[in-house]
């Protein structure tokens, strides 16, 4: 089994090399990513691997339809950057839904801490042998009240994460798990009151028509002065110019952003000689109190083992024509298993 591997980054090789070798699979790797403009390069192939910010639309699923190409394999959970409607009857759709949610929560809290214990700026300060505090005071996670959006296996384990910390957890998800809510230290409510309540809010859920933008000014009104957000999920989250407009009037306290709405050409890449053109990302990024990683919150060894170890799986299921749990679009004609372009 053949498969075109797309936006390649030397640490994904390894992984895919070891575990593509025990199944008969083998990757071509391409540093480009997956768009109208690249497809073409996965000609003779049974499938593509992609990542996110792959793009997946409807002329790209056509061109591997008509090349033959069979599978779509994400090597990663969310698939908002794949047209799953128009992938139906076409090709097969798979992801990887958990690889460490341990890795992206514990990012998440690394930049929380970070932040609001100024660690990033001591760390600057004392690289010159300037060993004083002014301007490095925080403040204690004891008793405060963090919103988690999204209680999926990453929500969960950032609120026990934060439940270490000795902090109260109001929880917001539109299917919420069973069990979390005890009625005291961890409990599920509006939108509204998230907002209004929580001195911290963390977001962990994916990107649908209903969560885009779930962050806007609209939102921000509705919360505390100098409330901190965490986003460590998808960009398009968070309006990035409602964001920037409440770090400038001070609504925002304090902001930790692993992802960004229009990262897709930027992230993953080394843009240091370069003349960053993203206006809103610039001045994010110029902000003293922002702090902004690469996308990199999944960045472990055990997350990179995982990833590579399901992704094969998966590959070497549907190849063989056996069942795969992390199907998300059947490449059948049974229209009747297909509802709001997710097969089950």
């Known amino acids: 089994m053949k498969i075109a591997f797309f936006d390649a980054k030397p640490y994904d090789m390894p992984s895919f090399e070891e575990y593509g070798a025990a199944q008969g699979i083998t990757f071509k790797y391409y540093e480009t990513k997956l768009n109208e403009d690249t497809v073409d390069l996965a000609r003779g192939y049974d499938g593509v691997c992609v990542f996110v910010n792959d793009t997946v639309n409807a002329e790209v699923i056509d061109r591997l ?17 794949v047209d799953m409607k128009h992938a139906y009857g076409k090709v097969h759709v798979v ?14 809290m690394a930049l929380l801490l970070t932040s609001i214990r100024r ?10 042998f300037n060993f004083s505090l ?18 999926g296996r990453i929500g ?36 509204d009151t998230l907002f209004a309540e929580s001195d911290i809010i963390s977001l962990h859920c994916p990107l649908t028509d209903e969560t ?7 939102a921000l009104e509705k919360c505390k002065r100098g409330v901190v957000l965490l986003n460590t999920s998808r960009g398009a989250l968070v309006d990035a110019e409602a964001l920037l407009n409440g770090i400038k009037s001070r609504k925002v306290g304090a902001a930790c952003l692993d992802v960004y709405e229009e990262e897709s050409d930027l992230f993953f890449e080394d843009n240091s000689g370069h003349i960053l053109e993203d206006d809103t990302l610039a001045r994010l990024i110029s902000m003293p109190n922002v702090i902004v990683t690469s996308h990199q919150a999944f960045l472990t060894e055990d ?3 995982n990833i590579a170890e399901t992704t094969v ?9 056996r069942h795969c749990t992390n199907e998300l679009c059947w490449r059948g004609t049974d229209t009747e298993s297909c509802k709001d372009g997710k097969c089950f």
């Open 65 to 81: 339809y008509e090349m033959g190409v069979k599978i779509v394999a994400l090597r990663c959970a969310g698939f908002n950057n």
């Open 134 to 151: 002014s301007g490095l005071t925080g403040f204690d996670l004891h008793g405060k009240t963090v919103g988690v959006i999204g209680t």
């Open 313 to 321: 799986e998966n590959l070497a299921l549907l190849r063989d024509d």
């Open 119 to 128: 660690i990033h700026k001591a760390y600057i300060r004392t690289k010159d």
């Open 95 to 108: 992801h990887v839904p958990a690889y460490s949610p341990y890795a992206v929560a514990e990012h998440t």
């Open 156 to 191: 969960r384990v950032f609120i026990d994460i934060c439940r270490g910390f000795g902090m109260r957890v109001l929880a917001y998800d539109k299917f919420p798990a069973p069990g979390l809510d005890n009625g005291d230290a961890v409990r599920y409510v509006d939108l």
């Open 212 to 218: 885009n933008h779930i962050i806007d000014e609209t």
């Open 303 to 305: 997350a990179l083992q």
